[in-house]
C-alpha cells in the first residue's frame, strides 16, 4: 500500500488548503458514490487535505460493478484501456488477464484502488444520499441519508454513476408471479444456478446480450423477450499473454497521454473518407476488418459519416444485418434479430460472446415483443397478445436504466430560492459544462449531463472531470471564494450548444437511453455532449484558465 501517493496527473497544480471559518461546514466535501468517480475524487480531494467523507448506497465499494454482477457481465472496452491512468505505479502494478475484463476482475480492481489508496476509511457504505439543501447564507450543503445522519458540507459532488437508477418494466401483474424475480443491475451476489430451470429474459440490450448466452448454458429452457433488436459486435474476448501485457506496460505513459487527448477516450486512427466515396468491394472489406477487430469502436469509425448521414450509416447497418444471417440457422429468428429502422450506432451498440449463435440452441427460444407484447404477467410466466402463457421459473429483466440524470434527480436536491433539481430539470437538464447547474452553487456532477460521459471511454471521462473538479475546488478556496455557481446565461449557451451538436447528426433518430426515450414521461433531450472528449476538454480547460469563465464566485458577504 502506498497511501502517500500523491497524483501525478500533468494538471494537478492543487496545493492542501485551509478551508477553516467561521459558520464552517462539518465538512469540506461529500462525495456522492463510491465507482470509479467516486473513489478517485476522494483521493484527490484527499491530496488537498480536505475533509471529505463519500456516502455510497451498496454494501462495498464498486459503484456500476457492484452492482451488475449478473453472468457475463463484462467491460466493452479494452481493460488495458479501461483503467485509472493517474497513477503510473497503479498503471505497472496491476495485471489484466483478458483483453475485456470480467465484472468480478474489475471489481477486484476497484477494490485493490480503495485499499491501496486507503479510501475506505472516508467511505460510509449501506447509505443513500436522499436530500441535500443549500444553505445560501453560509453557502454550503445541508445533508440527510436513509441512516438519519446529517452533515454540513461545502461541497457536494454527485459521482453517482450515468447507469445507476435501475428501470423496471411495469407490467400488470408483476407482483403476482410466483418464482424469483431478477434485474441484471441488481444481481444478488450469492452464486445463482439456472440448472434445469425455465427462465425468461426481457431486454436484449448491453446486458441482455451479455446475459443470455451464459444463461442460456445452464436454463432447461430460456425465452427470450425482445422489444428493439440490437446491432451486437463480436467481441473476440481472449486471454491476455504475458508479451501483451509488457509491451502495454511498457507504451502506458506515451498511451495515456494520448488518451487524454482523444475525441473518445480510446486511442485509435480517425477516419478521413466518407463511406459513399469508395466501392461496395472496398466498404465491405472495411467493415470485415473492423468485425474481426472486436472492437466497439472499430466499424463507427471506419468511415467519416456513419454517425452523420443516413445512407452511410445504412452500409453498417445492411452488413451487421448480413452477418447475422449468417450465424442464426432459423432465417425467420435473424430477421427478428435484425435491427431496422434506426441506425447504427444511435442506440449503445452491444459487444457479443456467442450472442447470435445462443439462438441456434433448440431450448432458446425468441419472442418478438413488436408481434406479440407482454399483456401481463401471471403467478407461472407472462401472457403475450397473442394470448400465449409463456411458462418459466424465473424472470429476468435486462431492461436497463433511468440513465444520467435518474440518480441525480433521485434524492430531494434543493437549490437557492428552494427550487428542487427536479423542478429546474423538469423539461430536460441544463448547465454550464455539464458540471454545475445554476441555483445549485457548489454542486459537481462528474459525467453527467451534456458533457462527453456516456459516449467515451468513461474512465477517462471521470478522470478529466475530477481532475478539474479538484483544481477548480483548491483554487477557490486558496482565494477565499466560498461559492462557485453557473451563470445562467453561460448555462443557456451550453445547453443548446449540446442539443444543436446534437441535432446535426443522425442519433436523434433513434427511441435510445441517450434521449430518455426509454423511461415513459421523461424529457426527450439528448444528454450527451457529442462533440469530442478532446473539444470538450479545451472548453472546461479554458474556462478555468480565463477565470471561470461562465460561472460566479462569491466570497462570503461581510
Ligand atoms: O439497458 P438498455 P442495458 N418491455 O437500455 C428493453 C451500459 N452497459 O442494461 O430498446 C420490453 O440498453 C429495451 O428495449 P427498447 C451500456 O452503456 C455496458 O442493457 O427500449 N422490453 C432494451 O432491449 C448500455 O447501453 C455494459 O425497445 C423492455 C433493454 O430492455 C447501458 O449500460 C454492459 C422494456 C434495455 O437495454 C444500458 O444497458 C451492460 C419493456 N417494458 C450495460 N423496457 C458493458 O459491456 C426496456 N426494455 C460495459
Redesign the pocket.
Known sequence: MNAAEQPTTPQSTARPVDVSATDAPSLDAVVVGAGLAGLYQLHRLRGLGLRTRVFEAGADVGG?WYW?SYPG?????ESMSYSFSFSPQLDQEWVWSEK?ATQPEILRYLHHVADRFDLRRDITLNTRVIRAVYDEERHYWLLATDTGESVTSRFLVMASG??STV?E???PGADTFAGPVLH??RWPHEKTDFTGRRVAV?????????AIPLIAEQAAELTV????P?YALPAHNRPLTAAEVAEWKAGYPEFRAAQRRSKGGSVCEMPTRSALEVSEEERTAAYEAAWQEGLLSAILRSYTDILVNAEANETVAAFIRSKIAGIVADPATAERLSPRGFPFGT??P??DTGYYATYNKSHVTLVD?RET??EEITPKGLRTADGREHLVDVIV?????D?VTGSLLAPDIVGKGGVTLREKWADGPVNQLGLVSAGFPNLFTVTGPLSPS?LTNMVVSIEQHVEWITDCIAQLLSSGVTEIDATPEAEAAWTAHVAELAAGTLYPAA???YLG??VPGKPRVFLAYVGGADRYREACDASARNGYTGFTLSRPSA
Open positions: 456500476t451488475n457481465a463484462r467491460c466493452d472496452i475485456y450515468c447507469s428501470k418494466p411495469e407490467f441484471t443491475a426481457i431486454g436484449t440490450g448491453s446486458s441482455g446480450v451479455q423477450f425482445q422489444r428493439t440490437a442506440k449503445r452491444c459487444l415483443l407484447p407482454i429483466h435486462a431492461t436497463g436504466f440513465s456516456v427511441d435510445s437511453w426515450a426509454n
